[in-house]
């Protein structure tokens, strides 16, 4: 039973150092200039790099869904109605196709 409380007090303590140190390391990163403009453009880019991955490994369906998507993205440029969209277009496309 102890050996059960070290692991679960090691893991809060490991997880209050990661949260601290992301609070404290945040304080520091750049306004502005190239660096923050990377930083802000940087979660859009991993999206699409791990949609264009889930695409590249699926079929005509997905690459259907993925088109009605962006062109809801185009037409809107609202992320909460593209990714409804495209959510409605592959269950549609997998229910009846």
Do not use: K, N
Request: aromatic residues 10%.
């Amino acid at each position: 039973m102890t050996e059960t409380w070290i692991l679960i007090f090691g893991l809060a303590a490991a997880t209050f150092a990661v949260r601290l140190s992301g609070y404290l390391l945040g304080q520091r990163l750049p306004d502005h200039g190239p660096w923050a403009r990377g930083l802000q453009a940087l979660p859009g880019c991993l999206i699409l790099s791990l949609v264009t991955y889930l695409l590249m490994q699926s079929g005509p369906q997905e690459w259907a869904a993925g088109t009605v998507a962006l062109a809801v993205a185009l037409a809107t440029r609202s992320l909460p109605l593209t990714m409804a969209a495209g959510i409605a277009a592959i269950c549609l496309l997998r229910a009846y196709f």
